[in-house]
């Protein structure tokens, strides 16, 4: 069976540069789905404006907000789409994402889900906590959005994440019953021919995005700020402060920011493909120990891109891990339920959509002037 289980995530996705992502927080997977389901019904017309992409229960979206998702996907590609056939299906992905969101929104709103103006202006202030005013405005205009905007997204996500909270997360359960059995029928997959290595990381890149993926939505815009704010976490951490603590508050890497750094258990054959510098540091270590600030490359050009710190939380020796052992039964329990979460969310975005009336123009105009 699989031996690298506890691997959360490959190195190699550690030193990926995490350019800004829509900062729409549908699951543009999820949306793919429902595409099918998006073309008006033949025969039925529906006068629209010029302006007007899509309509959701008569809610008009608009060209504009497509095209501004459009450039912000962009944002994430290393080359713009090479032919108008593939813009536009990144467009028809996009516009999906669209509407899948409003749908979640208007469903929120039915519950009285939509967040307060209290509570966008508490998220507001937390993400401004570590700025100056001036600061903060330079940060704006280095993502080109409006404080008002910020607002906008910051409603719509805290709105999608009452929803989900109360419809999906809240019906998640995973008992000690499961994780034995889990254990019990894939108990080959824990028993390792490799030693794993548990590490953590903080990770600085200078590539400015719009996403806040830190509690502070702290983010380096340029090679001299990453150079500076990964140099003040390495003195904060030579000084006695906790690795999760700041990796959770500043930590760029999307993907383990949320989880203290954690980056899972990389074998050193793994580490050594990833990187050979990093590999080198972090056999130097011992548990509890951290490298220096290491260069982070972009994994296309190889050029730096960032700056990151690891730290070696334990070592864990190749053998049959046991159930008893805590992080397998962490590592199951996060197993079952994201796998519950996924099918929850499939299902829930499915049961929305077959409730909603949706009417994409954009997708209908692509097909009457591409199908001859």
Do not use: W
Not at 169 to 194: L, P, R
């Amino acid at each position: 069976m699989q031996e690298n289980f506890y691997v959360k995530r490959l190195l190699t996705d550690t030193h990926a540069v995490f350019s800004g992502r829509l900062q729409r927080q549908i699951s543009i997977a999820a949306a793919l789905l429902m595409a099918a389901a998006l073309f008006p019904v033949a025969g039925c017309k529906t006068e629209h404006k010029a302006d007007v992409v899509a309509t959701v229960n008569g809610h008009a979206i608009m060209k504009s907000e497509m095209d501004k998702a459009y450039e912000q996907q962009l944002g994430q590609q290393q080359q713009r789409p090479s032919s108008e056939d593939q813009a536009n299906s990144l467009r028809l992905n996009v516009l999906s994402a669209l509407i899948s969101e409003e749908i979640m929104q208007q469903r929120a709103a039915k519950m009285n889900l939509t967040a307060t103006n209290e509570e966008v202006d508490a998220k507001l202030n937390e993400m401004k906590a570590r700025y100056t005013e001036d600061q903060f405005n330079q940060q704006l205009a280095a993502n080109h959005t409006t404080l008002d905007e910020v607002k906008h997204d910051l409603r719509r996500s805290l709105t999608q994440n009452k929803l989900l909270n109360k419809e999906i997360n809240s019906k998640i359960t995973v008992t000690d019953a499961d994780v034995a059995n889990y254990y019990n029928q894939h108990k080959s997959e824990f028993n390792s021919i490799q030693t794993h290595y548990h590490l953590a990381t903080i990770q600085v890149t200078d590539v400015p995005s719009a996403q806040p993926v830190n509690l502070q939505n702290s983010k380096a815009t340029n090679d001299a700020e990453a150079k500076k704010k990964i140099q003040a976490l390495k003195n904060r951490l030579d000084s006695g402060e906790d690795f999760g603590t700041l990796a959770m508050n500043y930590s760029e890497q999307p993907e383990s920011a949320a989880n203290g750094g954690d980056i899972g258990f990389p074998t050193a054959e793994q580490m050594k493909a990833a990187d050979p510098v990093i590999y080198g540091a972090v056999m130097k270590l011992k548990p509890g120990e951290m490298t220096p600030i290491l260069p982070l490359p972009d994994t296309q050009t190889k050029k730096t891109a960032g700056y990151a710190i690891y730290k070696l939380l334990s070592i864990e020796p190749a053998g049959q891990r046991e159930l008893k052992d805590p992080s397998v039964q962490q590592a199951i329990r996060q197993q079952l339920q994201g796998g519950r979460s996924q099918l929850l969310k499939n299902a829930y975005f499915e049961m929305l959509r077959d409730q909603a009336k949706v009417e994409n123009f954009f997708a209908e105009q692509i097909f009457k002037n591409d199908a001859h």
